[in-house]
């Protein structure tokens, strides 16, 4: 399966712990976006990156969530001192480039104690 | 910033019956995806538009993409109980802070009664 693949699938963490999500794109996707998704409704963008670079972050809290897509290896969203409005569905997505679809991995949901 | 409105909220509909969502662009998009999300699912792509005034078919799925490039409408033709799921339009602008990221509609959950 060459999709969208994200670990965990599942991540319950208490609160003041630190969550870690990983994203590896398609094959052949250099961009990566993050969206969160709160219980019946729709998916909030978080960040964008590419390799390396982080191109827009104007979705992301100001404090406790970072990004990162390094030159080896998946992108990772990292959520410090978790709150319990943080248990969410987090959604990787990739693409070959900004104006083409997106196609969206299984997502990681967290559930904070 | 961009906002993307999608109506109906909801959508209760008899098997067999034809079913449209809305969606509506603050601003002009560089396109339009439509994705499904079934529930505990992840969004899967269903198309892109792209062009003004564009219309594409997938079996008994029509897409439109208005000429004005701010509003897009999803119609089945005859639901079937497997079309139950949540549809998403979302939009990607031109530019700046538009650049790459979708803005997502609300969605349009659709039930089909057998």
């Known amino acids: 399966n060459a999709g969208v693949m994200q670990n965990p699938r599942h991540l319950v963490r208490r609160r003041g712990q630190e969550a870690r999500l990983r994203c590896s794109p398609m094959k052949g996707h250099s961009h990566v976006y993050w969206y969160r998704q709160l219980p019946e409704e729709g998916l909030k963008f978080m960040v964008y990156?590419?390799?390396?670079?982080?191109?827009?972050e104007s979705g992301m809290p100001k404090e406790r969530f970072s990004a990162e897509f390094p030159k080896e290896g998946p992108s990772i969203l990292r959520i410090q001192q978790v709150v319990r409005g943080d248990s969410a569905a987090y959604f990787c997505?990739?693409?070959?480039?900004?104006?083409?679809?997106?196609?969206f991995g299984p997502g990681t949901r967290l559930t904070v104690l | 910033g961009q906002q993307v409105m999608q109506i109906p909220q909801y959508q209760h509909v008899q098997e067999g019956e034809d079913f449209t969502t809305y969606c509506n662009s603050s601003t002009t998009l560089s396109n339009i995806q439509w994705y499904k999300q079934r529930p505990g699912g992840h969004p899967v792509f269903l198309i892109q538009?792209?062009?003004?005034?564009e219309v594409k078919k997938q079996k008994r799925l029509t897409f439109q993409f208005g000429e004005a490039k701010k509003n897009s409408s999803l119609h089945i033709t005859a639901t079937q109980t497997t079309d139950v799921g949540t549809y998403f339009c979302a939009g990607q602008g031109y530019g700046g802070t538009s650049y790459g990221k979708l803005t997502f509609g609300q969605g349009t959950i659709l039930t089909v009664h057998p």
């Open positions: 538009l792209v062009k003004s005034g």
């Open positions: 997505a990739s693409s070959k480039d900004e104006s083409n679809e997106q196609f």
């Open positions: 990156l590419q390799k390396e670079n982080i191109i827009d």
